[in-house]
Structure formats: C-alpha cells, structure tokens
C-alpha cells in the first residue's frame, strides 16, 4: 500500500459511455496530480490540484473533467473518450509543490489501465 | 520547457550484474526524482534527490546539479529490479517532467 489507493485498476468503455476514475491518498498530502501515461510515451503532466483549487491543465480535451471535493480525494469524470485516450491514468499526491520547501517528491497510485472500445 | 533525456533506453542483465542509467536534463533544476515501474504499472519513488549521493540497499544516486546530469546505480541485480526506471525534473511551473526511461530486464 502505497498511502495512494486508485479505482478501478481496470477499465473498459465504450465511446459514448460515462465513467469516472477515483484517486484517494492517505498521507496528508495537500497537492494532488493526474497523469496519463500512453504506450511508448513520457509521462504526461494533466492536471494539478494544491489545496483543492485546480493550478494546471495541461491543455487537456473537455472529454476529461477533474474533480477535487477535498485535499484527500480527486476524481477524472471520462465521457465520450477516443479510441487513442486509452492509457494508464496515474494519480499521484505530494506535500506542497516539490522544489518549494517540500521534504520529499510525489508518491503514485497504482494507475488505472483505461481501455476504450 | 526543460528536456530529459535517459539513456540506455534498454538494457538487458544478467542476475547479479552491475548497472548504471543516466538521466540528462537541460536545464538547471533544483529538484530531481528516480522512480521504478514495475510491470503491474506501479510507480515507486525511490530517490528524491536534487543533489548529492543517496543510497538505499542495493541502489544509490548522484545527482551533480550543475552538469546537468544524474546516475542511478543499481549492484548485484535481481530479476525483481526488472521494470521501467524514470527520472524526473521540476519545471518551472513547479511541476516534473519525466523523462522516456531505461527498460531494464534481468535474466535469472
């Protein structure tokens, strides 16, 4: 157990289905990230949360919403997704913004692996 | 925005081996993360270390800031350190950017 817990680890959809992808930390971080990690490609950066107000978005399309309710909770709503947004989805939190006075780097989640059909 | 390079992007060991993988960035960064994937997908952070020498068992880092690069040393490999190994820099806007990773495979 990594203090990150990430629901499903599994996931298939159709493209006009409406899914939503649940992230969870347990070490009291109070920034969290999305990252969405494709076959062959870096990881890439999509959005960010510190302390509940979304700071990035990484020029994401609409078809992905993000949701903070709260600094331990953070979802991405799906819905009519593309063939080629099929992908790990990585959450991953952190205390503060690393690099500002932070003790440590981010701690991941096991991924969610999103398969669109 | 800051590049990372990695490099070998493979690397095939025997059990036992000795490893070294190199992360380039090319910018100056003050902040710098090693981190394995294994092959269920899951991210674990192993350095944070924005310079100097750390190490943890069978595994240390040098990150030397100013040359732009960092070393992560893996010794007398197993086959559980088989996975993707990541680097990642802090950008400007306070965020990491990874780089594309070593595949490492270790043969029993």
């Known amino acids: 157990e990594t203090g990150v817990t990430q629901t499903p680890r599994h996931l298939v959809m159709g493209m006009t289905n409406k899914k939503s992808l649940k992230c969870e930390q347990h070490?009291?971080?109070?920034?969290m990230y999305w990252y969405k990690q494709s076959a062959k490609k870096p990881l890439e950066l999509m959005f960010v949360?510190?302390?509940?107000?979304?700071?990035e978005n990484n020029s994401v399309p609409s078809r992905f919403s993000p949701e903070c309710p709260n600094s331990s909770h953070l979802f991405l709503h799906l819905h009519t997704l593309q063939p080629e947004d099929s992908a790990l989805y990585l959450c991953?939190?952190?205390?503060?913004?690393?690099?500002?006075?932070?003790?440590?780097?981010?701690?991941f989640g096991s991924g969610t692996r999103l398969t669109v059909v | 925005g800051i590049q990372v390079e990695q490099s070998p992007p493979d690397l095939i060991l025997q059990e036992g081996a000795n490893s070294t993988l190199r992360c380039n960035f090319s910018?100056?960064?003050?902040?710098l993360q090693w981190f394995h994937q294994n092959p269920w997908g899951q991210l674990i952070n192993l350095f944070y270390?924005?310079?100097g020498t750390k190490q943890n068992g069978r595994l240390s880092a040098t990150t030397v800031a100013t040359e732009r690069y960092s070393l992560l040393y893996i010794s007398s490999s197993q086959t559980t350190d088989s996975g993707v190994y990541f680097c990642?820099?802090?950008?400007?806007?306070?965020?990491?950017?990874f780089g594309p990773g070593t595949r490492l495979s270790v043969l029993p």
């Open positions: 991953a939190s952190s205390q503060g913004f690393p690099g500002q006075g932070s003790s440590g780097g981010y701690t």
């Open positions: 070490l009291g971080h109070n920034a």
């Open positions: 949360y510190n302390f509940k107000e979304q700071t």
């Open positions: 910018d100056s960064v003050n902040n």
């Open positions: 270390i924005p310079s």
């Open positions: 990642a820099v802090l950008d400007y806007g306070q965020n990491f950017v």
